[in-house]
């Protein structure tokens, strides 16, 4: 309380009134304790009331900028795009390699002179390899197209799902040329990414290969329609794959069936059970285009699938034993009152394990109402196949309150002994480590853990919604294991302040929760203690990297979990990011900047990891690192970018982060275009590279700092030091060493050059 600001008047108001002022001069690494007073004067009186205490945190310095856990940027595509874009898409799959090395990723055009076919500017796959030396090469596997293709909106890229490490690929044939002579007509395709590339395809009528009826027609016309056989999901290695067809693809099958395609034959999965008749009948993998989370186990022998309608089931086929059992029976004792609506939630690799929520009331103890959380064990007793059924929601206290289970769970652990799930029943007692209890008829949070029941975690606020709607716009993610969730939230969770410093609205907030230590903390949240600088996203053309879903559109956001993929307007999510991991990574966009050197008052990338990860020590700190909620975040993009910089994948474990960014992190990125960059521990700068060729800045000496530096304000928005404007008209460039105005003639309208005043800030050396 050493000083004081000048007052200001406030308006007339019933509610809550915004007020901020700005703080200069302030010492890095600084606690400050601060109070709002106010003061009003009637009647020729005057009153003071005082606030309560509170503080907030000062950054170190924004001198010397590194990243952490010894990562180091590079430059992950081609320097040279022959006019291509590279930006995120409302429908597409990307993937990066579980080892780091491999990244698949989209592009609006070819990054090639020259590919393959006769294409226009269009929706294009492109596939990177990292070498030993740290370089990477991409190459465009867009399926060449020998006729006239058009977009065919809603249907996506080509290109649905990659193996772990990007050895092979599946897609969806636009074009109506044979990519292989084993094929007959148009129709879905294995990749094996090999040089040159070889293709098996998943159906054909040709003599010889055949694995459909003489005569049977699924390539549709190209022209006004897919083909009529689809992509569902595969095995992670491809093996196995699960196909939908309008058209039948065996004798006395029926159109719109469901079917696994394994080394080049084809088997009918969606046959119902003896007790039902043994049909082949129309049948969606999982729930459709809901959820087909390991909907088909590891090794292919056992799929999930479901029926539509009054009358829709859920099933599991046994391929092995050729025997199929439904999930969702009314037991003995049950009323079965309530609509028949099972949906899917997901399933352990191996097939043995799945959860499914259900309105009609399956067993005794189920609630009279809602929605209930049930799990089947799988499993082969008696020579049969049996289910064997939990309602891990059910009404243990006879205190009739509805479990109602909201949609889709938001995680699951692979080995199924966690689920994690929205509800609005109170379903547990006990209060959460804050204080909280769950409230009824509100959005919960909570964990299901085999062994200990159902634990209640927060309480969502209502504008959370968009956390239990479809597969592809869950805004909540598990690691592996399930140990650790990661969700988002509008309401205060952990006592952070989340209003923002500019509209005073609630800012959205990214959570991660620990099952192991029951811990809930706000990985996102300003570590200063100062209120957030959210943005907004909005729904263009132009889709924002951070929300190419348009999830967000007109929310305030201070922060956000990255999206799961998607490869159609309507179809489920096939992919989802590696963002949160069992180590206690964690990685997110962000608007508001949470270390000192984020000056762009743009999106940017950071990472969260406990305390005893990486860098992550008691000591840690600097520009690029700050301490926050038991552990540390810090910068993955450079905190400089005029555009905003987004997450893209990781690799399992994290060590290697693939993100977009228009800033130039590389001596070999020279253009004004938006780039891919992986953030890599132990990376190899290009400077370091024996091939790297000296361009522009990157061939003058290292920036002097200044003798007497200013420290960087924790408050602080803005583009640093830039080098001196040129004339209005004009745009600088630099080129070996020496810059120059010219004239403002860009390539693509949205890319600014002003850039240049950036290159190299902050890279490692």
Not at 85 to 110: C, K, V, W
Request: include cysteine; hydrophobic fraction near 35%; charge should be negative.
């Amino acid at each position: 309380y050493g000083q004081s600001t000048p007052e200001s008047p406030l308006p007339a108001s019933f509610g809550d009134i915004a007020v901020a002022t700005p703080f200069f001069n302030l010492t890095p690494g600084t606690t400050y304790h601060y109070r709002f007073v106010a003061r009003d004067e009637r009647d020729g009186n005057v009153y003071v009331v005082h606030g309560t205490d509170k503080s907030f945190t000062t950054q170190l310095s924004a001198l010397g900028f590194e990243l952490a856990d010894g990562r180091a940027w590079e430059m992950v595509s081609p320097p040279e795009k022959f006019g291509a874009m590279l930006r995120p898409a409302l429908e597409g799959h990307i993937q990066a390699a579980a080892d780091g090395n491999a990244l698949a990723y989209l592009t609006r055009g070819s990054i090639e002179a020259a590919p393959d076919g006769n294409r226009i500017l269009e929706a294009s796959s492109a596939l990177a390899r990292r070498d030993g030396t740290g370089d990477w090469r991409s190459k465009d596997i867009t399926p060449p197209h020998a006729t006239v293709t058009p977009i065919l909106i809603g249907n996506g890229y080509d290109y649905k799902l990659f193996s772990p490490n990007l050895e092979r690929a599946l897609f969806e044939q636009r074009d109506t040329g044979p990519l292989s002579p084993e094929a007959s007509e148009r129709t879905p395709y294995l990749r094996h990414n090999t040089e040159p590339a070889t293709f098996t395809p998943l159906v054909t009528g040709k003599e010889g290969f055949a694995n459909v009826p003489f005569g049977t027609e699924f390539g549709g016309d190209p022209k006004i329609s897919i083909g009529a056989v689809g992509i569902a999901s595969a095995t992670p290695d491809l093996s196995h794959v699960a196909l939908n067809s309008d058209v039948p693809l065996a004798a006395g099958a029926a159109g719109q069936s469901l079917y696994e395609w394994e080394a080049g034959q084809l088997h009918q999965v969606s046959v119902l059970p003896a007790s039902e008749g043994g049909a082949t009948v129309g049948a969606q993998l999982g729930s459709g285009s809901a959820s087909v989370r390991n909907a088909i186990s590891d090794d292919g022998s056992r799929l999930f699938w479901s029926t539509e309608g009054s009358a829709g089931g859920l099933y599991v086929r046994d391929m092995d034993r050729e025997e199929t059992v439904r999930l969702d029976v009314v037991h003995p004792g049950a009323l079965g009152k309530g609509a028949v609506n099972p949906i899917f939630q997901g399933a352990n690799p191996a097939g043995t394990v799945a959860f499914f929520t259900d309105s009609q009331q399956l067993l005794e103890d189920a609630n009279e109402k809602g929605r209930d959380l049930y799990r089947c064990e799988v499993r082969v007793e008696g020579g049969q196949l049996l289910c064997d059924l939990t309602d891990l929601t059910t009404d243990t206290a006879g205190a009739k309150e509805s479990a109602e289970v909201q949609d889709l769970a938001s995680g699951m652990g692979e080995d199924a002994t966690r689920v994690y799930f929205v509800a609005k029943g109170v379903l547990d007692s006990q209060p959460n480590g804050m204080g909280e209890g769950a409230v009824s008829d509100q959005p919960n949070l909570y964990l299901w853990q085999e062994g200990s029941g159902i634990r209640f975690i927060a309480t969502l606020s209502g504008a959370d919604g968009s956390i239990q709607i479809l597969a592809a716009k869950v805004s909540a993610a598990a690691s592996p294991s399930g140990r650790y969730v990661a969700f988002m939230s509008q309401r205060s969770l952990t006592g952070y302040d989340n209003r923002d410093a500019k509209s005073g609205e609630a800012d959205q907030e990214v959570f991660r929760y620990d099952a192991v230590s029951d811990e809930l903390l706000c990985a996102s949240c300003n570590p200063s203690g100062a209120n957030p600088v959210g943005l907004e996203s909005s729904l263009s053309a132009d889709r924002a990297a951070f929300d190419p879903l348009g999830l967000w559109a007109g929310r305030a956001l201070a922060a956000v979990l990255p999206e799961a993929t998607k490869t159609s307007l309507v179809g489920p999510s096939l992919y989802r990011p590696r963002a949160v991991h069992d180590n206690g990574r964690l990685f997110f966009n962000a608007a508001d900047s949470l270390v000192p050197s984020d000056s762009n008052g743009n999106w940017d990338v950071y990472q969260y990891e406990p305390t005893g990860m990486g860098d992550c020590s008691s000591s840690s700190g600097g520009a690029s690192i700050s301490r926050s909620a038991g552990g540390c975040v810090s910068l993955i993009s450079s905190g400089t970018a005029e555009e905003e910089s987004a997450f893209f994948d990781a690799s399992l474990g994290g060590d290697d982060v693939f993100f977009f960014t228009s800033a130039q992190l590389s001596v070999t990125d020279e253009d004004n275009e938006v780039d891919i960059y992986d953030a890599r521990v132990d990376g190899i700068p290009a400077t370091l590279r024996p091939n790297a060729e000296c361009l522009g800045e990157a061939c003058q000496p290292p920036a002097r700092v200044p003798d007497d530096p200013t420290p960087a304000s924790a408050t602080f928005k803005g583009p640093g030091n830039a080098a001196p404007a040129c004339p209005k008209g004009k745009r600088k460039v630099t080129r070996k060493g020496k810059s120059r105005c010219v004239s403002r003639k860009r390539k693509h309208k949205r890319h600014n050059s002003k850039r240049a005043a950036h290159r190299n800030r902050g890279a490692k050396r």
